[in-house]
């Protein structure tokens, strides 16, 4: 499909392209072979997360041209402190949350993860058109903004593989929701200027993590108090706990007093 697509107009060449692509991964994902042996799931995570930080150096690469003296300051500044924000929130979530011993044959997670790498070029090209004075304010904008929501959506799915304790909640699920709306909207916003646009993304990227980050803190000492009184996950989670809530947190602490005191008669 990719090579009749060569012979093509442009625009029927781009559709058959999407096609092949989508065609691929939908044959890949199904293949029934996979399913007889399950992955050696840490050892694929590892090098599904070192490909994805290649695909991030290389956008540095890519952005250096923004770090010469040719260019304001501010643009230089807002392009890599949104490419290290986007850089953060994959590392935190792998590092932190992720399962490494998840029984699977780990053939959705290679398969979000390069559609990711995907998405990571493309936000790429989406940072090298903002400072571009020739191209239309509008079209650069909504594409930037739709590459940085396509990517905050998919490291989301990614999150089906967490750890137990940092299943997804209410809570977070509100906060990246809102993050990529804030995005959105941004960019529609046809009065602000590129730089604007920078800031605002830069500033939700950085929403994102520090929200993603405080949810998964407080469950880590919550579920590191837990298991410190020798109770596991599952008894937690039986005592109604809401890792997000001083109430939630109260109501875990109760609970495991309750359990000691009962222990100790």
């Not at 490291?155 to 990246?176: D, I, M, Q, W």
């Not at 000492?221 to 109604?240: H, P, Q, R």
Request: aromatic share 14%; glycine share 6%.
């Amino acid at each position: 499909m990719v090579v009749i697509a060569l012979f093509l107009p442009r625009e029927t060449s781009v559709w058959l392209s999407w096609a092949a692509l989508l065609f691929g991964v939908a044959v890949f994902t199904q293949s029934k072979a996979y399913d007889r042996k399950p992955a050696r799931f840490s050892h694929l995570v590892e090098r599904c997360s070192l490909i994805t930080i290649v695909a991030f150096g290389e956008t540095i690469v890519a952005i250096a041209i923004y770090m010469s003296g040719s260019m304001s300051i501010w643009y230089s500044i807002l392009i890599f402190a949104l490419v290290v924000g986007l850089f953060l929130i994959y590392i935190y979530e792998r590092d932190n949350m992720t399962d490494h011993h998840k029984n699977t044959n780990g053939m959705v997670y290679l398969t979000i993860t390069g559609w990711i790498i995907l998405i990571i070029g493309n936000i790429t090209i989406g940072l090298e058109y903002m400072p571009m004075e020739e191209i239309a304010y509008g079209p650069k904008s909504i594409y930037l903004a739709a590459s940085l929501v396509l990517y905050l959506l998919t490291s989301f799915l990614l999150g089906f593989y967490n750890k137990p304790e940092y299943t997804y909640s209410a809570a977070y699920v509100a906060g990246r929701l809102s993050t990529c709306a804030f995005i959105v909207i941004v960019a529609l916003t046809t009065n602000f200027d590129p730089l604007i646009n920078l800031i605002c993304a830069t500033i939700a990227v950085y929403f994102a993590l520090w929200h993603e980050w405080l949810l998964y803190h407080n469950r880590s000492k919550i579920v590191a108090f837990g298991k410190s009184l020798g109770y596991t996950l599952e008894d937690m989670e039986k005592a109604g706990m809401t890792f997000e809530t001083a109430e939630g947190r109260r109501t875990i602490a109760e609970a495991v007093h309750k359990a000691r005191e009962k222990q100790d008669e």
